[in-house]
């Protein structure tokens, strides 16, 4: 299925996640099932099945969001590109094999990388080893 192919991507996903990662929205913070989980495994995209970080990078960071510090497969499946909407100028984070908006990369985070991956929920899927 392609980027654009909007009406499948409607069938396909729920309304939430449609809205997070076909418009480039943002779930409420607080509210993923993510958030407090520490299962071992992978998550991957929910919209493609594209992996895209392991439970070994997840980290507590209190924004609301579940967080990472590093992608999975040097980041293989992630694609950076400058968002400056909100007044804001930040860096975007999509999956490379589909398009989907996964939330965004910020320089606050833990070593070894200083980043820190806030990733709406619900544009992701866990896979348990």
Known sequence: MSQNDDEKWKKILKPEQYYVTRQKGTERPYTSEYLNFDKNGKYICI???AELFTSE????SHCGWPAFY???KNEENITRSEDNSHGMIRT??????CGAHLGHVFEDGPEPTGERFCINGVSIKFIGK
């Not at 990078?57 to 507590?60: A, E």
Request: hydrophobic share 20%.
């Open 70 to 72: 590093k992608a999975s």
């Open 47 to 49: 919209c493609c099945g």
């Open 92 to 97: 975007e984070v999509t999956c490379s094999k």
């Open 57 to 60: 990078t997840k980290f507590n």
